[in-house]
């Protein structure tokens, strides 16, 4: 009976284990991101996560533009948004780590930059 039981609350585990590593991202967040000359430019995020389907918006100064592709695995997220009308692609893939999440951004043709989003209270 002991070995049942055992085996029952290991098999219990395993299932539960994907739910219990996914990240709670649902929020606003923001970060600024390094451009090439130098400058900042504030990032704010508002990610709704359903399972391992990321959606939301990323808004700066030059307007807001609708996630798309967006996906969460365990603590790591990543996504794209078609900036401009569809003209700059921005590709956004982050880790999780505690309340900040590192991201790696590609835009486009234009560069590259690395941002820390920290969640908004």
């Known amino acids: ?6 085996a029952l609350g290991s098999f219990l585990t395993l299932m539960l284990l994907p739910s219990l590593g996914a990240a709670n991202l649902s929020g606003k967040w923001k970060g600024d991101l390094q451009g090439p000359d130098g400058n900042a430019l504030e990032i704010n995020f508002d990610f709704k996560v359903d399972g391992e389907k990321l959606t939301g918006t990323v808004t700066n100064t030059y307007g807001e533009e609708q996630i ?18 569809g003209q ?4 956004y893939k982050g880790k999780v780590d ?7 951004v590609v835009i486009g043709e234009m560069g590259e930059g690395d941002l820390v989003a920290k969640r908004v209270s």
Do not use: P, W
Request: aromatic fraction near 12%; hydrophobic fraction near 45%; charge should be positive.
């Open 88 to 91: 700059f692609k921005l590709t």
């Open 68 to 85: 798309t592709d967006g996906v969460v695995k365990g603590d790591e997220i990543s996504f794209i948004i078609l900036a401009g009308g």
């Open 98 to 104: 505690g309340e900040n999440i590192k991201f790696h």
């Open 1 to 6: 009976m002991k070995r049942r039981l055992f």
